[in-house]
């Protein structure tokens, strides 16, 4: 009996003994359990970090494409969002991985190649600020560049293949201590602790998969870049990840056991209620997104547009929907900015004048016109876009279409060939045709041609029409030279005829008076005055003739002179001529123009003349020269208190020989001012006179004013 207590305390310590190793190796098992649990959750931080860098690389890609697309400022916004993840990243993944030589060593190589990328993606945006976007596009479509995003893809794939490598090793690790800790407890236990154990072991053995199975979905789930949100078939939230935290500003505590509809928009709440009932009477994957327009409301109230597709998973609970969202607000920018840069080009292509065609450059076909070649070309834009200018039978000489191909291959682009075509109805017309090649899809496709040409046929006509008008006006040149040289020479003649023998009859009058004027009576000596005074105003006519005739043909030699001067200069000679006069000229000073001095002073001797003559029945005259202003122009003028006229007669005042009623008791044959228009006109000015019966008149008249260095 005490050899059977002691068999049985044997057998009890023996039993205790195996419990003991058995615990032991449970706590050993365990202890190797939590550090793994420890190491998971630090391989998932790490996966998620290395995710979300990859995640913020490609924000800044897109970034950079849509600016160098659009040069839009505000679609960097999320670019300069994406800068700070990627620091921090950068930073969790330094932290995370200080105990792990090899992950430490993985960031530390790819860190240069994203600081490098970075700084490249900052050349090329302040390329196309500053440059444009033909010289961003050539920084950004670079092999190296290209090659420099793939590295810190790949380097980055290989540091999360190696985590997950060193994940999966720990695992078998743990699994291989499990399996000797089951072992053991099964050699350990007798018989009747089998049943026991084994369900004990399969218990544990569920535990861990299901632990291990959560551990993987909920790593998986944070680490997914979009927001997840799991609701039950009631549409209460049960699971949602660090993403929805973000995207909704909710805490995931705020979030579980509410309704999913608190996450969108009031008016859509109502509705959703039945549009989740019908999904869950045939529940399948669906991108929601590509039905309707969908939002979300962040917790301040504020709604984004969203991306939404659903999954169902069928569990013991029943169907679970997870829902994965994705803020769009970037997206749907991009995409109105492209949409407006589309309606912006597609408008400025229909309203330049000009004629516009892009066609392929294979077959020459039209793909688009412009409204302006439709027009012009006489046909609707249905009926030129698939076909070609031969085709069409647009071009008059079809050789010059070849002369242009030609052109385009060796120099890569045309500019101003003038051209002929002709439109719809045969009408040919003229133009200034400029061409170069375009690429649509980054130089992976097919290049076509883009065509301008500008309708010069209203020009051409117009400069045949000057040169017509031209030789016109060359042949009345000629005519007028001709006929000039011929007035010329008849009045060379008719100064010659006339005076010979005015001066003979003048001669004998002279003589006469000499000879006999003694013996002759005082109405003899009379009549011989009158006829010697009559040939003398037959020479001064003459004289008046033939200057008014070399106004029209003398040459003008523009100088700058001061007026003012020949003013004085003209009323010096009036008062020398008839000293006893009492006449006032005030004449202005610091009159300087641009003409010929000869013809303005015989402009000023005629005005002041007229001026001198007309005031000799008054007590004193008065005689001004100056300037005033009128619209703006400088306008000179001389002004007197003689006699005047009437404003009805102004106009004849300019008429050769034609004089006013009255003025017969004035000296004078009318051809003073009308000499005086001449001459002006010639200048480029204009001359008026303004009167009044007995109370004077003013001439006026303009001048260009003078050249300024």
């Not at 839009?72 to 932290?95: C, M």
């Not at 076509?448 to 040169?467: F, G, P």
């Not at 044959?669 to 001449?678: D, H, N, Q």
Request: net charge neutral; hydrophobic share 40%; with cysteine.
């Amino acid at each position: 009996m005490k050899r059977s207590e002691t068999a049985i305390h044997a057998g009890f310590g023996l039993a205790l003994s195996i419990l003991a190793l058995i615990g032991f190796l449970f706590y050993r098992n365990v202890t190797a359990m939590t550090d793994f649990d420890r190491m998971v959750e630090r391989s998932s931080a790490v996966i998620a970090e290395l995710d979300g860098l990859v995640s913020a690389m490609e924000t800044v890609e897109i970034a950079e494409l849509t600016f160098i697309l659009t040069a839009d400022e505000t679609v960097l916004v999320p670019y300069r969002a994406a800068l700070g993840r990627i620091d921090r990243h950068l930073a969790q993944l330094k932290s995370l991985t200080r105990n792990h030589p090899a992950q430490q060593g993985r960031v530390q190589r790819v860190e240069p190649l994203i600081r490098e990328k970075l700084a490249e993606v900052g050349k090329t945006m302040d390329a196309r600020r500053t440059a444009g976007f033909r010289a961003a596009y050539a920084l950004e479509f670079t092999p190296r560049h290209e090659r420099l995003m793939d590295e810190i893809r790949r380097q980055l794939a290989e540091a999360r293949e190696a985590v997950t490598q060193h994940l999966n090793t720990r695992k078998a690790q743990k699994d291989a201590s499990t399996r000797k800790t089951i072992v053991a407890f099964f050699a350990g236990n007798g018989i009747g602790f089998v049943l026991l154990m084994s369900i004990f072991l399969l218990l544990k053995k569920e535990i861990s998969v299901r632990k291990r199975a959560e551990l993987k979905f909920r790593g998986v789930l944070e680490s997914a870049p979009d927001a997840v949100v799991i609701v039950d078939d009631s549409g209460t939230i049960r699971i949602v990840n660090s993403q929805a935290e973000k995207l909704f500003g909710y805490e995931r505590g705020d979030l579980y056991g509410q309704q999913v509809e608190m996450l969108m928009p009031e008016r859509f709440r109502t509705s959703h209620a039945a549009q989740r009932a019908d999904f869950l009477l045939n529940p399948h994957v669906r991108h929601m997104g590509a039905a309707a327009e969908l939002y979300g409301q962040h917790k301040d109230g504020h709604e984004f547009p969203a991306d939404i597709s659903l999954s169902p998973l069928v569990t013991d609970e029943g169907v679970l929907v997870i829902a994965s969202i994705r803020d769009i607000t970037e997206r749907t920018r991009v995409e109105e900015a492209l949409r407006k840069s589309e309606r912006k080009f597609s408008k400025i292509f229909h309203a330049v004048p000009a004629l516009i065609g892009i066609s392929t450059l294979k077959e020459g076909r039209f793909i688009d016109v412009n409204q302006a070649a439709a027009e012009t070309l006489g046909y609707q834009r249905e009926e030129l876009i698939g076909r070609t200018s031969i085709e069409l039978g647009l071009w008059v000489d079809e050789s010059e279409r070849g002369r242009i191909m030609q052109m385009m291959k060796e120099q890569g682009s045309v500019r101003n060939v003038e051209v002929r075509y002709r439109e719809k109805s045969g009408q040919h017309h003229v133009g200034l045709y400029s061409a170069e090649f375009v690429d649509f899809d980054g130089g992976n496709g097919d290049r076509y041609m883009l065509s301008l040409v500008k309708d010069i046929t209203l020009r051409k006509r117009a400069e045949e029409e000057v040169e017509r008008l031209n030789a016109t006006l060359a042949a009345r040149a000629d005519e007028l030279e001709t006929v000039n040289r011929e007035l010329e020479a008849f009045n060379y003649t008719v100064a010659h005829d006339l005076r010979q023998p005015l001066n003979t009859v003048g001669s004998y009058c002279q003589v006469i008076d000499a000879l006999c004027g003694a013996t002759l009576d005082e109405q003899c000596r009379g009549y011989l005055r009158e006829t010697y005074n009559g040939t003398m105003r037959m020479n001064r006519l003459i004289e008046a003739l033939l200057t008014f005739s070399r106004m029209a043909r003398v040459e003008l030699r523009r100088e700058h002179i001061d007026i003012c001067e020949i003013a004085r200069e003209t009323a010096a000679e009036l008062r020398l001529a008839d000293p006893l006069r009492r006449v006032a000229f005030r004449i202005n000073d610091g009159m300087e123009i641009d003409g010929d001095a000869n013809l303005l002073r015989v402009v000023m001797d005629n005005l002041l003349g007229n001026a001198w003559k007309y005031t000799t029945t008054r007590e004193e005259g008065v005689i001004e020269f100056g300037t005033t202003e009128r619209d703006g122009t400088p306008v000179f003028f001389v002004r007197d208190n003689g006699v005047g006229f009437a404003m009805p007669d102004a106009d004849k005042l300019f008429i050769p020989f034609h004089r006013l009623p009255g003025a017969e008791e004035w000296r004078g044959f009318g051809i003073g001012l009308a000499t005086v228009e001449r001459i002006i006109r010639r200048h480029g000015g204009r001359v008026w006179a303004e009167g009044e019966p007995d109370k004077g008149a003013s001439f006026y008249f303009t001048l260009p004013p003078r050249d300024v260095p």
